[in-house]
Antibody, heavy 122, light 107 residues
């Protein structure tokens, strides 16, 4: 059964860079030609798609975050990563990694990781 | 961007009730719509995809319908474990966008 697990610092200072890694287990990140995504959820609020990466490295970002976000993949480690720079308190959120459900970019998200809370504060 | 609007934002219901949640897209998305259930402190879980297809393992009391701009999620007979927040999401075009959520509470 495919499982995803987010990891990274839970506290980031304003203006610094948020970095998270999603480790995939139970399957290879490069098999099946799947796409992999990051989604965030501010405390008590709704869901926002951040971006998606193909196992080969092609990326798709939310225009609202595009100038600050970078997603990369490391197939040898079976991981993909998120970097968000110049963070502010508005970036405080639970960050989820997820897999697109089919090998098409036009697909819903399933499964999801359990989420990682990142707080931006000095 | 395609805006997704859910109604109601919150809903109180009793075990055994039939409940319907609506999701409207700001432009046509064919049937490229998914529904998720999220319980407190948990990640979203996929329930429905392609507007009306049930994700494997999801109870048959959940159903979805609609196409174009108007969609519904129906729970035919509420069970205690169904009290949660529900989100719709369009995957017709990028950026992917979600509805604001509907919180289903126990009456």
């Amino acid at each position: 059964q495919l499982q995803l697990q987010e990891s990274g610092p839970g506290l980031v200072k304003p203006s610094e860079t948020l970095s998270l890694t999603c480790t995939v287990s139970g399957g290879s990140i490069s098999s099946g030609s799947f796409y992999w995504a990051w989604v965030r959820q501010p405390p008590g609020k709704g869901l926002e798609w951040i971006g998606t990466i193909y196992y080969s490295g092609s990326t798709y970002y939310n225009p609202s975050l595009k100038s600050r976000v970078s997603i990369s993949v490391d197939t040898s480690m079976n991981q993909f990563s998120l970097k968000l720079n110049s963070v502010t308190a508005a970036d405080t959120a639970i960050y989820y990694c997820a897999r697109h459900s089919t090998s098409s970019l036009v697909s819903w998200l399933d499964p999801w990781g359990q989420g990682a809370l990142v707080t931006v504060s000095s | 961007d395609i805006q997704m609007t859910q109604s109601p934002s919150s809903l109180s219901a009793s075990v055994g009730d039939r409940v319907t949640i609506t999701c409207r897209a700001s432009q046509g998305i064919s049937n490229w719509l998914a529904w998720y259930q999220q319980k407190p402190e948990k990640a979203p879980k996929s329930l429905i995809y392609a507007a009306s297809s049930l994700q494997s393992g999801v109870p048959s009391r959940f159903s979805g319908s609609g196409s174009g701009t108007d969609f519904t999620l129906t729970i035919s007979s509420l069970q205690p474990e169904d009290f949660a927040t529900y989100y719709c999401q369009q995957y017709n075009s990028y950026p992917l966008t979600f509805g604001q959520g509907t919180r289903l509470e126990i009456k």
